[in-house]
């Protein structure tokens, strides 16, 4: 007898994956999940953070996911790998920041050697043709095949029968007939196979996982690479560009004023690694000062910061500077009006 067949699903924490591996394991196939971690994914921490997310799951979605499918899932932190990825994207850019096409072609990538390391069969992926307007259409459905190396060993259960015959179709390890021709943006026939397999709790079904499809984030990785004149950044840029107002008053730098608590304490964290304010005549936010502020800056920084806190309509506001390998010191400043904050300085 011929030994069992496994597969690995690439398992973002959405429905779709998670309905791709539940039905090639209703075949007898093994599946084990990989979750690759860029940094850009919305979940995790900024749930947790803002008051207005008070409500959303306080977990990761692919977890919970490999969870609900009684699965085992390998989380693979492909940061450092994924820069290239995102400043140099072969396919271009989508409608912001987000460079889907050369993302699912690189984590495909990915999920092949990891097979062949780790002595697995073939691939699963949650895609769906028309679903995605950049990375899920027919006509890219083979390059992500191809560019990736995977070809035929790569299987998306959703929408097979409108694709060519993969290698574990032809092989008879998993009968196509009993996998789906799904397409389209509409959402109601996975809601329906969710229903069917028990599945009642799960990610929205719309939207993504990632902060590189949203405008306002991606703007502000723009600007970041703008003022620094180079596309680089790290972990920490990642993070602080998730929390805070961000405010360019010159190409020099930039205050990320926390808006509220939550935001406020995460932001302590770094406060040994920026220049960093807050009043302390008033109450007011932590600001952290990214960039190379000269001291004229650091004045208007300090009224900036003064608008944002309870001292905003006062003649004065006193508030403590830290600087990095400096004694902290007081600044008293008038804060400036709403209306002498111009709306280009908002990144």
């Known amino acids: 007898m011929s030994e069992p067949k496994k597969a690995v699903a690439l398992i973002s924490g959405g429905l779709d994956s998670m309905l791709a591996a539940r039905v090639i394991m209703e075949q007898g196939i093994q599946v084990e999940g990989i979750n690759f971690f860029t940094g850009f994914c919305v979940e995790g921490h900024t749930h947790a953070i803002r008051k207005k997310d008070k409500n959303k799951q306080k977990r990761n979605n ?48 990915k999920a092949k050697q ?31 095949a191809a560019e990736s190396g995977a070809d035929d060993l790569l299987l998306r259960p959703l929408c097979a029968k409108n694709l ?3 290698l574990p179709e032809r092989e008879g390890w998993v009968d196509r007939e009993k996998l789906y021709d799904f397409s389209g943006r509409s959402r109601k026939p996975q809601m329906a196979l969710a229903e069917a397999f028990g599945f009642e709790d799960y990610a929205q079904p719309a939207g993504g996982c990632c902060f590189l499809t949203d405008e306002h984030y991606s703007k502000k990785l723009v600007d970041l690479w703008q003022a620094r004149g180079k596309k680089e950044y790290d972990l920490d840029d990642v993070m602080l560009l998730k929390v805070g107002r961000h405010i360019r008053p010159k190409n020099n730098f930039k205050l990320i004023v926390a808006r509220e608590e939550g935001e406020a304490r995460f932001m302590q964290g770094y406060k040994n690694h920026f220049i960093n304010m807050n ?25 900036i910061t003064a608008r944002y806190g309870q001292g905003r309509n006062a003649d004065e506001v006193t508030l403590q500077i830290r600087e990095k390998d400096k004694a902290e010191r007081m600044i008293t400043v008038k804060p400036l009006k709403a209306d002498e904050i111009p709306e280009e300085w908002f990144v």
């Not at 940061?79 to 409608?95: M, Q, R, S, T, W």
């Not at 769906?128 to 992500?144: D, L």
């Open 279 to 303: 009043c302390v005549s008033h109450r007011g936010p932590l600001v952290l000062i990214d960039g190379e502020p000269s001291e004229d800056d650091l004045i208007l920084a300090g009224q």
């Open 62 to 109: 692919a977890l919970w996911s490999a969870e609900q499918l009684g699965i085992k899932l390998h989380i693979v932190d492909i940061i450092d790998e994924y820069k290239d990825v995102l400043i140099n994207p072969k396919h271009g850019y989508g409608a912001h920041m987000n460079p889907c096409l050369d993302c699912k072609i690189f984590m495909v990538n």
């Open 164 to 166: 060519p015959m993969t």
């Open 114 to 144: 990891w097979i062949q390391e780790n002595g697995f069969d073939f691939i699963i992926t949650g895609e769906v043709i028309g679903q995605r307007p950049m990375s899920q259409r027919r006509e890219t459905m083979p390059i992500v």
